[in-house]
């Protein structure tokens, strides 16, 4: 049976932005499946400009997402336990974490070979120098993160479901 409240939706602002993440986010996955396997000496042309590109992008929409969230006030809280609630906390603090932190590594293991990353045609600042061992290691980090993120994705997708299909408390429905 439904709950006998209603459940106010996130702005159309907020939801634009949740979606287009959402879809940087797929395509993102699809080209780095996808793209070759970088080595020493290769240059960021094909899907591994199309990558950096992507990452760039994450990065952008997220910050106005931040800001867009501080700024704007939320739906309310909806009913439920305090195990539930702690969970989705957590899940949405760690995915808005490593969707700021993850593309951050990228760019730093970008620098450390040397590529220039630019966004709608300014040059972006190197995060670690050329040849950067540290630049490097954040790469391999980078790659097994895009694990726990998927993970993160999974659990996100599973609680929205949980709540729609078991709850049926309109929680899905705030973000559509």
Known sequence: MANAFSVSKYDPFARLLHWLIVALLAAQYVVAWTMPE????????GLIAIHLTLGVSIIAVMVVRLLW???RKEPGVVESSALTRGVAYLTHVLLYVLLIVQPLMGWANASSRGWRLAFFGVDLPALSPTGSG??????DVHGALAWVMLGLIGLH????????LVLRDGVLRRMA
């Open 38 to 45: 970088i080595h020493r000496g290769m240059q960021p042309v």
């Open 69 to 71: 969230r501080f700024v």
């Open 134 to 139: 540290l630049g490097h290691a954040l790469g």
């Open 157 to 164: 997708v599973a609680g929205a479901l949980y709540h729609h």
